[in-house]
Each structure stands twice: as C-alpha cells, then as structure tokens.
T-cell receptor
Framework: KAGVTQTPRYLIKTRGQQVTLSCSPI?????VSWYQQTPGQGLQFLFE???????NKGNFPGRFSGRQFSNSRSEMNVSTLELGDSALYLC????????????FGPGTRLTVL | AQTVTQSQPEMSVQEAETVTLSCTYD???????LFWYKQPPSRQMILVIR??????QNATENRFSVNFQKAAKSFSLKISDSQLGDAAMYFC?????????????FGTGTLLAVQP
C-alpha cells in the first residue's frame, strides 16, 4: 500500500509570491492534517480536513488556507509569502476511527527568498 | 490549553545500551492519547509507540516501551538495546480523545545520538 505522498518535495519562492502544496493520503484515509515545522517554532498544527470539511484550524494568519477534494487529496496554499514561511510542511493522513494512527508524508521543504 | 514539554534537547547512548527520553504534558482532560514519533534525517515522521490514557498498562513495541505516569503527567520512552538506526529526533505528542480532532500537539523534540 502506498504511503502518504507530498508534492513537490522542494520549492523555492520569493517574498510576495504564493504557493500551493499537495498531499495525497493513503488509500482509504479520509482525514488529512497539515503541520509546519521550523527550527524556531517546532511542529505546529495548521489545519485538519475530513470529508472535504475543515474541522480544526491552528493559530496561523489567513494567508494560510487549505482544502480537501472528494478523493481525500488535500492542498494547502500560502499567499503573499514571507521569509518566516520557510519551513518543512508535513501532511498526515488517517482513517476516521479515534484510535487510528496518523501516517506522515515526507514533507515539502519550502524556502522563501 | 494542552502543552507538551521535552526537557532534554539532546541525548547520547552507546550502541546496545538503554536510554530513556523524558516527556511531561499538561491537560485538564481525563481521556487522551500520547505518542512518541521518530524523525530520522530523512525527515519522515514515524510512529514509535502510542498510549491510551485510560489504559494503566504501559505500552510496549519490541525494544521500545513507555513509563506512563498519569497523575504526574509524565510519559517517558525507554529504548533498550539501542541500535545505530535509532539515531533520530524523537517527538512526544498529545492528542485529545473524543474523535472530534486528530490534532497533535508536539513537544520540542529530543535529538538522540547513538555511539558505536
């Protein structure tokens, strides 16, 4: 069974641009969560989607948005990029059961110049 | 708000020896889940072990075991017979029970080095 895939793996953008990151969950998984990992702030929760609905959101500005499609694939978008948005963005998927494990993808490394 | 604290930024262990990584957390909830995740240099986050708060028995997965002290809000990870492949960043994480969210709250991590 294929794992969680994230594309692209690496991305370089300049300040003011926008970026879209993609996450394909494991087949059968309907819940997708996004995390930002930086050396200074560590791992921070961005948002969570289940059945195309955002059911939880972290404390991030409105420049960060996301969505989930009917096939459970998810995208996150960051508009008007700032230098501080440089980070590893991790996606995790799971089934819907409370005891179900979250499986993480390899991440997308975003560098903002 | 729930918080997770890992007070050991770095640890080192000799191959084949045992090491314990510490984690404390704060929550007002009585039911929740605790996790240890491993992040090797490849950056892929891997679940090591999980503990349900309503279970008094400590979880064990092969060479990995936890010491869960609910009253003290402590959740340490013991790695026995350490191997070179255990070298990684280890994160302790908390998740609320109830099924309303899969949100994980992570600690700051402990970087484990394994010496040959």
């Amino acid at each position: 069974k294929a794992g969680v895939t994230q594309t692209p793996r690496y991305l370089i953008k300049t300040r003011g641009q926008q970026v879209t990151l993609s996450c394909s969950p494991i087949s059968g998984h309907r819940s997708v969560s996004w995390y930002q990992q930086t050396p200074g702030q560590g791992l921070q929760f961005l948002f969570e989607y289940f059945s195309e609905t955002q059911r939880n959101k972290g404390n991030f500005p409105g420049r960060f948005s996301g969505r989930q499609f009917s096939n459970s694939r998810s995208e996150m978008n960051v508009s008007t990029l700032e230098l501080g948005d440089s980070a590893l963005y991790l996606c995790a998927s799971s089934r819907v059961g409370e005891l179900d494990t979250q499986y993480f993808g390899p991440g997308t490394r975003l560098t903002v110049l | 708000a729930q918080t997770v604290t890992q007070s050991q930024p770095e640890m080192s262990v000799q191959e084949a020896e045992t090491v314990t990584l510490s984690c404390t957390y704060d929550t007002s909830e009585s039911d929740y889940y605790l996790f240890w995740y491993k992040q090797p240099p490849s950056r892929q986050m891997i679940l090591v072990i999980r503990q349900e708060a309503y279970k008094q028995q400590n979880a064990t997965e092969n060479r990995f075991s936890v010491n869960f002290q609910k009253a003290a809000k402590s959740f340490s990870l013991k790695i026995s017979d350490s191997q070179l492949g255990d070298a990684a960043m280890y994160f302790c994480a908390y998740r609320a029970a109830g099924g309303a969210t899969n949100k994980l709250i992570f600690g700051t991590g402990t970087l484990l080095a394994v010496q040959p």
